[in-house]
């Protein structure tokens, strides 16, 4: 057994309503709604990026499973490390780390660079939002942690919603090395806010547990009943969104020619729904159970994905674009409120949970990827009929997940 002390046995009261965490809470919704930003920015701007590299737009889109996989990866050395360190500590070196590679991408002169950069920087900056995560576990009680997490994931919506579209209409005005650099000033400013007040301490354990141990924990995490349900649901889950957001810049510019205006219009609607719903999407969640809305959302997001593969016009697909992201909003914050009551160390169980979304997120990318030489009706087709298959998985799978 690990000799670490489970986050869980000493979980402070809180209220999302009180003025030190709701503090906490905005700088936390804030840092992870500009690393989303900064990750989905690139997907509308591929065109731009191939002209730029002197490349295809197949070959620098790399760049999104270059930063999705590592990151994921790399959460699994983050989350049992603030477990021994803190959470504190975690945050803000890797906020320091993707505020300085992330400026350093704008001086990126080729692919190869780039694509380095962009792996580099999900190494550092991996650390900010699944310790974040782990940190509400550590100050929420679960009763009333899913309009906290809510927060947090609907900045992540917010990030991706707000950095394609931002990506869209401002790389015409700044170029792509000023979306990088206007990132890395936005985490500079939290770097600083975060360090300076709101950011508490976490205890840390009298003894640390081997490299073993560690290990251990992870393999007791998927040997749970609820831990094998969640994990690999969070990995399909993401891949079935990814793969469909990120080539929906592509999508909307060879189906309806637009430029990079109207791409960055149609899309400003994917993240609205969890910028503006997720704390109420999080308190439905604690109130009424997370068996109902995690199939619910599942089968929202099939329906938007073979609506897509139709003849839509441009007006209907902007809304089918902004219910699929609701559909996100109501499966991955419950998951997520899922993973913070596992047993045993909240950051590694936090840490595998954002391994397996990251994960899901690149390879969703590159599994729509390898279906595009058929079209985006056929990608689309595939996508939404898988999705609807797991919206069927997910009535069994977590019919134990209810109020209470």
């Not at 969640?285 to 938007?304: F, K, M, N, T």
């Not at 279906?371 to 898988?386: E, K, M, P, R, S």
Request: aromatic fraction near 8%; hydrophobic fraction near 55%; include cysteine.
């Amino acid at each position: 057994m690990s000799c670490m002390t489970p986050a869980h046995a000493s979980e402070p009261e809180a209220s999302v309503g009180s003025s030190q965490h709701r503090g906490l809470l905005a700088l936390l919704t804030a840092a992870a709604f500009l690393i989303f930003a900064q990750a989905f920015m690139i997907a509308p701007i591929l065109p731009q990026l191939a002209r730029a590299f002197h490349t295809t737009p197949e070959t620098v889109g790399l760049a999104v499973p270059a930063y999705l996989v590592p990151y994921g990866a790399m959460t699994l050395v983050w989350g049992p490390l603030s477990d021994r360190i803190g959470r504190r500590a975690i945050i803000l070196t890797s906020l320091a780390a993707f505020t300085v590679l992330t400026a350093a991408t704008a001086l990126a002169d080729s692919t190869a660079a780039f694509l380095g950069l962009r792996l580099a920087t999900a190494l550092g900056a991996s650390g900010v939002v699944p310790i974040s995560l782990a940190l509400i576990g550590d100050v929420f009680p679960y009763a009333r942690r899913g309009k906290a997490l809510g927060w947090l994931f609907g900045g992540m919506a917010g990030g991706t919603a707000v950095g394609s579209s931002a990506g869209a209409l401002a790389e015409p005005a700044i170029g792509w090395p000023g979306l990088f650099l206007a990132a890395a000033g936005g985490a500079l400013l939290l770097a600083v806010a975060l360090a300076a007040r709101v950011l508490p301490s976490t205890p840390r354990p009298a003894t640390f547990p081997p490299l073993a141990a560690v290990a251990v924990g992870y393999r007791r995490l998927l040997h749970t009943a609820r831990g094998r349900r969640t994990y690999p649901y969070v990995l399909l889950n993401a891949m079935l969104h990814s793969g469909i957001y990120t080539w929906l810049g592509l999508y909307l510019i060879q189906r309806f020619a637009l430029g990079p205006v109207g791409v960055g219009l149609a899309l400003l609607g994917y993240g609205i729904p969890g910028l503006l719903l997720g704390p109420v999407i999080g308190h439905l969640a604690d109130r009424y159970g997370r068996a109902r809305i995690i199939p619910a959302g599942v089968a929202l997001a099939a329906a938007c994905a073979l609506l897509l593969a139709t003849d839509s016009p441009l007006p209907a697909v902007v809304v089918i674009i902004t219910a699929l992201s609701l559909g996100y909003d109501m499966t991955q914050p419950p998951l997520g409120g899922i993973v913070t009551d596992l047993p045993g160390p909240r950051g590694q169980a936090m840490g595998l949970n954002v391994f397996a979304l990251f994960t899901g997120f690149g390879l969703g990318s590159l599994a729509f990827q390898s279906l595009l030489t058929a079209g985006f009706t056929v990608a689309l087709t595939a996508f939404g009929a898988t999705a609807l298959l797991a919206a069927g998985l997910a009535v069994p799978l977590f019919r134990a997940e209810r109020a209470g």
